[in-house]
């Protein structure tokens, strides 16, 4: 039998172990909770499948699948039904016939021969470490009424934990059959959930230790399921309090920024479509790479093929970089993807393969994955900033505008109070020609450059001429020209 003293008892799905904290105490008992076809036997037969790994017997209790069709679905996927022990008290388990036909238990025979003795002689004779019943709810079709149905389900769970076992039994939410009062008896509740952005898995009861809290996602595979806790930001890294400046590689961008942005700070750089934002961010990266660090991009709004063309063509050496390993580029479908799905992406370039330079291009991609309200999207993406942050990783959000001239905008999405520093490019008509330009709105850890300067993408990449002390109302996409003699009144104005 599992000792008293083991730790935890993993579930075999890594993300709901980290979710619980290692996975679920020993010899306690469980429930899963859920509507129809949520995943909740499959959750069960990883917990089983991980028992038999461990050299544990495991017992899978049977109340209502038919057992050829339970084995055959699990083998499926991959579990070892051969490995698992079966007690099938499914509704005519015992009164198969030729011609297929089955009988369903009736309560007074139930009474007679209470269902759940027949499952205290398969314990007994299995002995086993962990057990699954599936679904515990069955029994309150073949109990004579409430009471009785608690009074077996208490009994009977008594009966597991003075066994050693560990226990998961699973229950499923409908408006006929109140599951609420199933609570008091068990240890813990998984619940798993499907909301408009996707299937959820929370854990809102678990005694003996904290757990992490919140919606996390989880998805069925064909290996099973796939679990994706919620991005947790962590602790910030120690440090001497002195922040490290990550130069742009193009001195102007750099002045603009009074030497560049802060390693372990988050910049949003905004502008309009076709302005060039992707390609400035990418400047922070190549010039990273010259360093060896290792950047990661997640395209959220053009493919992987567009991006490698059109950063070759300006003179950004992907394909070195990409063949050095300093920069990785991911395409991400976004509408394929929950957040946390997408954390777990993040998480792993960071923790796993020491990325120190994160892009999300762009954040009105990434808002797709959440289908769901702003708040939602503003709460995702400020734990995913805070986690860049508390690991020292720098992060670079690219955030389109919708107005190409007009008016100003520092962000779409709202989300220029997560930014340390906010960088912005904007289209001009001058003379009936279209122009770009370049400032710095926000930054938190220094000063900056106050003026506004013009900003060309080349065939050998970026170049940002002398502030345009020429024009005014620049942020309105249609600047004035002023003549010299304006200009010099103008800054005799300033001087006094």
Request: hydrophobic share 35%; proline share 3%; aromatic share 6%.
């Amino acid at each position: 039998m599992t000792s008293p003293t083991a730790e935890r008892a993993s579930t075999g799905i890594a993300g709901l172990d980290e979710i619980l904290s290692g996975g679920l105490v020993p010899e306690r008992s469980y429930m899963i909770r859920g509507q129809a076809g949520s995943g909740k036997t499959i959750l069960s037969l990883h917990f089983l499948q991980q028992g038999v790994d461990e050299g544990e017997t495991a017992l899978f209790v049977n109340l209502e699948e038919d057992l050829r069709d339970l084995k055959a679905n699990a083998a499926a996927l991959g579990f070892d039904t051969d490995a698992i022990e079966f007690l099938d008290l499914s509704p005519g388990a015992d009164a198969f016939v030729e011609d297929e036909s089955y009988e369903v238990f009736e309560p007074a025979e139930v009474e007679r021969e209470p269902l759940t003795d027949r499952i205290v002689e398969g314990v007994t004779a299995v002995d086993p470490d962990r057990v699954v019943v599936d679904p515990l709810t069955q029994l309150r079709f073949l109990l004579s009424d409430d009471y009785q149905f608690r009074k077996q389900v208490v009994g009977f769970m008594r009966f597991l934990k003075d066994r050693g076992a560990t226990v998961l039994f699973t229950v499923q939410n409908t408006e006929s059959l109140p599951t609420d009062d199933l609570e008091f008896i068990t240890d813990g509740t998984i619940r798993l959930d499907a909301a408009s952005y996707g299937k959820t898995v929370s854990v809102p009861k678990f005694r003996g230790s904290a757990t992490q809290g919140g919606d996390h996602a989880y998805r069925v595979t064909d290996s099973g399921i796939e679990v994706y806790p919620a991005l947790q930001p962590g602790v910030r890294n120690a440090g001497d309090g002195r922040f490290e400046q990550i130069s742009s590689g193009i001195p102007e961008v750099d002045e603009l920024l009074h030497g560049g942005i802060e390693r372990g700070t988050v910049s949003i750089v905004s502008g309009p479509t076709g302005v060039g934002k992707t390609t400035l961010s990418t400047q922070f990266m190549k010039e990273a790479a010259g360093r060896g660090e290792r950047s990661v991009i997640y395209l959220f709004e053009e493919t992987r093929g567009t991006f490698l063309a059109r950063s070759r063509a300006v003179n950004i050496p992907v394909d070195q970089m990409m063949e050095k390993g300093t920069l990785e580029v991911v395409e991400v479908e976004a509408l394929e993807r929950s957040p946390q799905e997408f954390a777990r992406m993040v998480r792993d370039e960071v923790e796993g393969r020491d990325a120190d330079i994160v892009m999300i291009d762009g954040i009105s991609g990434y808002r797709l994955t959440l289908r769901g309200g702003d708040d939602q999207m503003l709460q995702q993406i400020h734990a995913l900033g805070r986690y860049l942050k508390n690991a020292g990783v720098t992060g670079i959000f690219v955030d389109e505008t919708r107005n190409v001239t007009g008016e100003f905008q520092a962000t779409m999405e709202n989300v220029s109070y997560l930014a340390d520093n906010i960088l912005f490019l904007r289209h001009l008509e001058v003379d009936g020609e279209i122009r770009k330009a370049i400032g710095v709105l926000k930054k938190r850890t220094s000063d900056f450059e106050r003026t506004i300067r013009e900003f060309k993408i080349t065939e050998h990449g970026i170049t940002v001429g002398e502030p345009m002390s020429g024009l005014r109302g620049i942020l309105s996409g249609t600047p004035e020209v002023l003549d010299r003699e304006r200009r010099g009144a103008e800054r005799g104005d300033r001087d006094e």
